[in-house]
């Protein structure tokens, strides 16, 4: 049964400026520790904050909570070895998620003319 779906859809070019302004005080409010391992290599920084951003956004509004109680650093995506997004979760906010009987949680991510789109489903 779906719990909840949410997109998000954002210019590369907003979160650049903010990255211009912040730096790594950006970095370390916004991603997940497992993505932070990942934006160390990230050919295009830009984009990759905006995708983790846009991943984040599209999460809470599946939650259906918008971020309060919910911080950006506890929700992450990654690859895994196909190439495949996953995300990932704060200990916390797997027992959040548990607490709601969610037991899945997808994504999928498309960029193109440096836009951005997530969407992400939730599952109980």
């Known amino acids: 049964?779906?719990?909840?779906v949410g997109v998000d859809f954002l210019r590369v070019g907003r979160?650049?400026?903010?990255h211009r302004r912040h730096g790594e005080r950006l970095v370390q409010r916004l991603l997940h520790g497992r993505e932070r391992a990942a934006?160390?290599?990230a050919r295009r920084p830009a984009q990759f904050l905006a995708k983790c951003f846009a991943v984040k956004e599209a999460f809470v509004k599946a939650l259906g909570t918008g971020f309060r109680g919910v911080a950006h650093r506890?929700?992450?995506?990654?690859?895994?070895?196909?190439g495949?997004?996953?995300l990932v979760f704060s200990a916390e906010l797997r027992r959040r998620l548990k607490t709601n009987r969610i037991k899945a949680a997808h994504v999928s991510l498309s960029d193109e003319d440096g836009r951005v789109c997530a969407m992400v489903v939730l599952e109980r």
């Open 84 to 86: 495949r997004p996953e």
């Open 74 to 82: 506890e929700i992450g995506v990654i690859r895994n070895k196909q």
């Open 1 to 4: 049964m779906i719990y909840g």
């Open 39 to 41: 934006f160390k290599t």
């Open 15 to 18: 979160i650049e400026k903010i």
